[in-house]
């Protein structure tokens, strides 16, 4: 997609801190980190969001969560991690590309939801 800000990340148009790197998907670091650790990462094809993939994607999809434990343990989180996937608007996506956040750092992440 011409406008997609993850698109143009992975054409080089907009540059990135990138971490990882292969034929199939792309991470570097969030711009406005939440925690120590704060890495996107994303498939290079364009997916708009979990709610539109196809079987087709099943195997970026499993790269992508496989490679998140070295992604994290590289960047500083070999005690653990969370991975997150917002998704739609419900989910709080904010860019219409396909991504997953690793977070953490030395420190524990917190609870997972805030109770309501």
Known sequence: MSDCIFCKIVEG????????EDENILAF???NPARPVHVLVIPKKHITSLA??????????????????????????????RVIINTGRVGNQEVPHLHLHI???????????KRI
């Open 13 to 20: 148009k907009i540059p990135a801190q990138k971490v990882y």
């Open 103 to 113: 977070v953490g750092g030395p420190d524990p992440v917190g609870p997972m939801l």
């Open 29 to 31: 670091n969030d711009i």
């Open 52 to 81: 539109t993939v196809a079987a087709e994607d099943t195997p970026v999809l499993g790269k992508m969560l496989a490679t998140a434990n070295g992604i994290a343990t590289a960047q500083g989180s070999p005690d653990g991690f």
